[in-house]
T-cell receptor, first 115, second 112 residues
């Protein structure tokens, strides 16, 4: 069974730029959630994708957007980067096939630094 | 709204000491409860979970019991090892396509 993978591992951008982060869900999982983890904090929910549509969103502005593809992989896009966007971005996958999406499995994360 | 409160860290213990990390929650409905662990430079790993009141989750010597009457899910381990040094996150999730809600994390350092 393949776990959740994310790319790239690390990324450095400057203010105002745009970034795309990628996530491949665990084999057999059809739902992907994205979280932002600032240094020293717990992860904060950004949004979730199911059946290629956004299916729930946290308190993040519209410049955070995403996609889910037919193979259930996902992208997180952030436009007009700000210094406060520097964080570890975590992708988590889960499955509705078993009738429950309670358990989410996380990837290793992408560390984004905005200068 | 839903929230999770964890004890402030850091927690420093000697090897083989007993560990307790307190976690309490506020939630509507009947959430599932989780402990995740984050080793330095890595993502989150699911450590254990419990889905209903009085359930006990356990894994790798760690245990936590879902206490509805005290809205708590404290993490315990009888004898910690240096390799247990990490940040531990308590989290809750309502059923369906709802997100995980995390506490702020508790950093544990175990010294030989």
């Amino acid at each position: 069974e393949t776990g959740v993978t994310q790319s790239p591992t690390h990324l450095i951008k400057t203010r105002g730029q745009q970034v795309t982060l990628r996530c491949s869900s665990q084999s057999g999982h059809n739902t992907v959630s994205w979280y932002q983890q600032a240094l020293g904090q717990g992860p904060q929910f950004i949004f979730q994708y199911y059946r290629e549509e956004e299916n729930g969103r946290g308190n993040f502005p519209p410049r955070f957007s995403g996609l889910q593809f037919p193979n259930y992989s996902s992208e997180l896009n952030v436009n007009a980067l700000e210094l406060d966007d520097s964080a570890l971005y975590l992708c988590a996958s889960s499955s509705t096939w078993t009738g429950s999406t309670d358990t989410q499995y996380f990837g290793p994360g992408t560390r984004l630094t905005v200068l | 709204g839903n929230s999770v409160t964890q004890m402030e860290g850091p927690v420093t213990l000697s090897e083989e000491a007993f560990l307790t990390i307190n976690c309490t929650y506020t939630a509507t409905g009947y959430p599932s409860l989780f402990w995740y662990v984050q080793y330095p430079g890595e993502g989150l790993q699911l450590l254990l979970k419990a889905t209903k009141a009085d359930d006990k989750g356990s894994n790798k010597g760690f245990e936590a019991t879902y206490r509805k009457e005290t809205t708590s899910f404290h993490l315990e381990k009888g004898s910690v090892q240096v390799s247990d040094s990490a940040v531990y996150f308590c989290a809750l999730k309502n059923s369906g396509n709802t997100p995980l809600v995390f506490g702020k994390g508790t950093r544990l350092s175990v010294i030989a």
